[in-house]
């Protein structure tokens, strides 16, 4: 089984970057998305938050170059509790909220970094076009090259044979 996610938002805060005890450096930031539309003629606006982590060289480089504010595309899967769901967690009010975890496979940087943005908020933000049809088009060339191993691997397996009955053997009377 498989799955990954590709995510493109804005950093809502500056990474913050550890080691592991064996050396390893991990990067964490959070990255919020956006959507947009209409319900019963009102504007719903939805804000969804993603904790991203990367390890790694790359954790490094993210923690060098990203910056709030900044718009990342990021390639990753999602990390779940030990249940299944995303991390719950309760804030000082004690208001219950859900954090969805990603893996960070890879982090592409769509708008300049470690420099102040002009709106405060989560607004329209010029982004690289170019970057995210890229990273599109190669999500989707991995996606289809793991669909394509996935059926060199069925195709592969041998199928047993079918089970035959036994005819079940005459009385003699």
């Known amino acids: 089984m498989y799955h990954t996610l590709i995510i493109v938002g804005n950093v809502g805060r500056d990474p913050e970057m550890r080691y592991t ?12 998305t956006n959507r947009q539309y209409n319900h019963d003629g009102e504007t719903v606006k939805e804000t969804i938050w993603f904790r991203v982590t990367v390890w790694g060289k790359q954790a490094e480089t993210c923690n060098e170059y990203v910056a709030k504010g ?14 299944g769901n995303p991390r719950i967690w309760a804030d000082k009010d004690g208001n219950s909220h859900a954090n969805f975890e990603v893996t960070a496979g890879t982090v592409r940087f769509l708008s300049k970094g470690k420099e102040k943005r002009e ?3 989560f607004g329209d933000t010029d982004i690289n ?7 599109y088009d190669e999500a989707e060339e991995l996606r289809e090259s793991i669909k394509k191993q996935a059926e060199e691997a069925i195709d592969g397996i041998e ?3 079918p089970k035959t009955r036994k005819p079940a053997a005459k009385k003699k009377s």
């Open 129 to 135: 076009q170019d970057a995210v049809k890229e990273a």
């Open 159 to 161: 199928k047993p044979a």
């Open 70 to 83: 900044m718009k990342v595309l990021v390639e990753g899967r999602l990390t779940p509790d030990s249940a």
């Open 119 to 121: 709106e405060d908020d």
């Open 21 to 32: 005890p064996t050396g390893s450096p991990v990067t964490s930031f959070p990255v919020a």
